[in-house]
């Protein structure tokens, strides 16, 4: 009977899913979180920025159009005298004058700092999308910790309730015992206590996963008074060898694409540079109307209708070094972006090794505590029937009670702690980010 107890209570709802028309499992979580995320929103649209900034007239491909338009209305007295002998000296003079033009200038070589420029905008875009898969990845890890530590808290409350079912047994027990007088109030009062200990911890426990909930609803931008419940299972993945997770690094490990990715964008950003040492190529054409009327003066008239086209050549043969100097300054950068780059490897090859044996320590120690949770229950069963037959006594229950309940939380803590070593396994293989899909 009490066996069938233990199962029903605590191993059922750790190995199957919870049927409850409000539970929210894993992958529908973290399609909540790419949804609604506050941070992912943002991260989203800075990529968008980047891509919007991505094109040739930015670059500098382009040319540039301006129209301009204007007019003048004066009323002035005139005096004037020319060589020829004539004299003006009018009051009044009303003169207007009228101009439209378009002007167009176009930079046909640059040096090739077009091209770079254009070039880096084409990484700046990739970049921003690694900055959005990188926040993705910090939401999805700082999610899954969270979620998984929902779930233990779970656990750990439904063994709270199965001790506490057996406490009440024990009260109901004892409290025959004493009416018939063959038991002794001392028994009694010691299940009370016992009982109402566990009572208290259930109620902090109860506490504490309100706590993950509500942080649960602030990741998944929910309403904090929504009321929701996880899955009661911790699903784990096979376990990866140690070369696979290191290629991995190498492939898809988001920082490190990024950090590529950002050398390749200092790389176009030096070719910028060293495009100021060479000459500049601009075309430059007009075209103008221009009308000025005077009602006295040597010229009554002036009117001008027509186009031009000009080339204009610039190449700066002396800046005080300045250039040569930001180009040996541009080197320097890349060499240490490529050093960055290959201490981040070193320390995630390091990382995965040290994670690695730890989940395989946690995959160890999972699979004893799983033995561990069944010689408990035996063992509290036991003592349970012997306590029923008058053959037990309190401390014999007491003892397999305590042991039963470290059994309980060294079990889910196990658990939980397998799954935090493989989602870090996943955080440095790059994998993480799929997870939803």
Known sequence: MFRLLFITIFIIPITIHAQQSASI?????????????????????????????????????????????????????????????????????????????????W???????????????????????LSMKLEM????????????????????????????????????????????????????????????????????????????????????????????????????????????IKQKIEQSNESVMFAKRNLQVQTQALKELQSLTLPKLGLTSSYNFARAENAAGFALLNQNLGYNLGLNVSWNIFNGFNTKNQIKVGKYALQNSQIEIEKMKFTFYNDAFASYQRLLNDQEILNLEEENIKLAQEALNISLERLKVGLGNYLEIKESQSSYEAAITRLVSARYNLKQSET????LMGTLINVGS
């Open 424 to 427: 870090t396994i996943k955080k």
């Open 137 to 244: 990845e910090q939401q999805i890890h700082q999610l899954t910790l969270l979620y998984y530590e929902t779930v233990k808290q779970e656990q750990l409350i439904k063994g709270i309730q199965s001790l506490m079912q057996v406490s009440e047994v024990r009260i109901k027990l004892y409290q025959k015992k004493l009416d018939i007088g063959a038991g002794a109030n001392v028994e009694l009062l010691q299940a009370k206590l016992d009982f109402n200990a566990q009572k208290s911890n259930l109620l902090t426990q109860k506490s504490l996963l309100g706590e993950y909930k509500s942080n649960l609803l602030t990741m998944l931008k929910a309403d904090a008074s929504s009321s929701f419940e996880v899955d009661t299972i911790f699903e784990f993945e096979s376990v990866k060898n140690l070369e696979e």
């Open 107 to 129: 930079t046909i070589f640059d040096g090739m700092k077009m091209f770079a420029t254009k070039e880096r905008l084409n990484l700046l875009e990739q970049q921003g999308e």
């Open 25 to 105: 499992s894993y992958k529908q979580a973290i399609a909540l979180l790419l949804k609604n995320n506050f941070d992912i929103q943002i991260a989203k649209n800075n990529a968008t920025i980047a891509d919007v900034q991505n094109n040739y007239g930015s670059a500098g491909f382009l040319p540039k159009l301006d129209f301009n338009a204007g007019t003048a209305l004066a009323n002035n007295k005139t005096k004037q005298e020319f060589a020829s002998g004539l004299k003006v000296n009018q009051s009044g003079v009303i003169s207007q004058n009228i101009n439209v033009g378009a002007f167009l200038t």
